[in-house]
């Protein structure tokens, strides 16, 4: 009896930590869960405008293509965000692809600034931003100041959210040449140097804000209109991406 009398607590007290994890592991099934150390799973949300999300019937996002490309090379990785893609696409190695993100069309760099913080209380705050943002600031003659301001601010709250997080920031791909006239190519050409000033500042010890060039050796062949990719395109931007990736991440 001795020997029971003392087990029992124990056996109460091990019975309500099994309880515990099997509450918490329930809870982790339903809800993101920021840098999560029991997986190898990287959290990435796709972030800005209607590039990221592809709305135009004619036009296509990089997320599929980039989808695929890390999940044929074994990446374990997790697409997070509010807006969801309606689109059916073929099942690869058995996956169904992950339709998460946070592309918004028609947002400008003050949308999402003002979007953000939101966002990271209704999910938390990914391991890994993947920003693409500016065109439509640049087509309504925001001054470039202003933009780069509010990126700037922009990854402000993020690694305010997350100290680890990974940025990484486009230098988005210029329009189709019939709409990039002289002055316009003079701004864009402004934004996009101005975008490298934010990576090297912006970088820290902990968290990095790695530039992907989407602007150099960029066609109109890459174009579904004058301002969005083409299934073409799409592949280009994710295949940038997953360079970008391969060289600064690790599974």
Known sequence: MKKTVILFPFLLLATFFVFQDCHKNEEKSNTFIQNNVNTNT????????????????????????????LVSNQWNIDYVGTQNDHTTYPLLLGKSFDPDHEGIGGFESKDVLENIPDVIEALGTPDVVLLGIGGNDLIREIPVEQVI????????????????????????????SNVMTPASTIVYNSFIENL????????????????????????????ADSLHYNELGAKEIADRYFEAILENLEK
């Open 42 to 69: 990287i959290t990435i949300m796709p972030l800005g405008d209607s590039r990221v999300e592809g709305v135009a019937s004619n036009s296509v996002s990089y997320r599929y293509d980039l989808w695929k490309n």
């Open 149 to 176: 301001e509010n990126i700037n601010q922009i990854i402000d709250v993020l690694q305010n959210s997350n100290a680890n997080i990974t940025i990484f920031l486009e230098r988005i791909a210029p329009g189709k």
């Open 196 to 223: 490298a000033t934010v990576a090297l500042e912006q970088t820290n010890d902990s968290s990095k804000v790695i530039l992907v060039d989407m602007s150099s050796h960029w066609t109109d062949a890459y174009m």
